[in-house]
């Protein structure tokens, strides 16, 4: 009888364990997942033994991210300006050396706007028409060149397109080679 009621005891706490954390969808977390690979990757393992050291390394990490990058790392308190902080969620789990898709699953059962980050769609600047691209779509470019500033004078469509195609052979070397071929 007791054998009974301590099995039942261990099945039923096992159930609650993984019945919070359900697999993710494909495509689901996409941000989290690349976010938290590339960190993990990117620190020592003496590092990711120590829980505080592994949230400052996190901290510095998410300074130099942009987009939904930058925004995963407000949700999980990576920013100065975040309005919560679960970076002990994040750093306990790496230090035994737990996978991104299952930390991310956990993550987004604290937070759910985690795991609706989704990457923006690439543009392919060698085959794309800049001129039916939006306005948002040529500054997108910009921002993502790191050329925010340079096109502050332009007050039409056909001025962004110019000032992109101006920076292409530099910050896109390849897609401005191939446009010229095709011209």
């Not at 937070?111 to 691209?133: A, M, R, T």
Request: charged share 35%; proline share 2%.
């Amino acid at each position: 009888m007791k054998i009974e009621i301590v099995s039942w005891v261990a099945l039923s706490c096992l159930w609650l364990m993984f019945a919070g954390s359900a697999a993710l969808k494909a495509g689901e977390c996409e941000v989290c997942i690349k976010v938290l690979d590339r960190f993990v990757n990117s620190i020592d393992e003496d590092v990711k033994k120590n829980q505080d050291k592994v949230e400052q390394e996190l901290k510095n990490f998410c300074k130099k991210l942009k987009n939904k990058e930058e925004r995963f790392c407000y949700y999980i308190g990576g920013l100065e300006t975040s309005a919560t902080n679960i970076l002990r969620m994040i750093s306990k789990p790496i230090g035994y050396h737990m996978p991104a898709e299952k930390l991310c699953s956990k993550l987004k059962d604290a937070d759910g706007q985690i795991c609706e980050l989704k990457y923006d769609k690439e543009i392919d600047l060698s085959s794309v028409n800049l001129k039916k691209l939006k306005v948002k779509d040529l500054k997108k470019i910009l921002s993502n060149w790191g050329e925010d500033n340079a096109c502050k004078g332009c007050a039409e469509k056909s001025d962004f397109i110019k000032v992109v195609e101006d920076l292409m052979p530099k910050y896109a070397p390849e897609a401005a080679k191939k446009r010229k071929t095709e011209l």
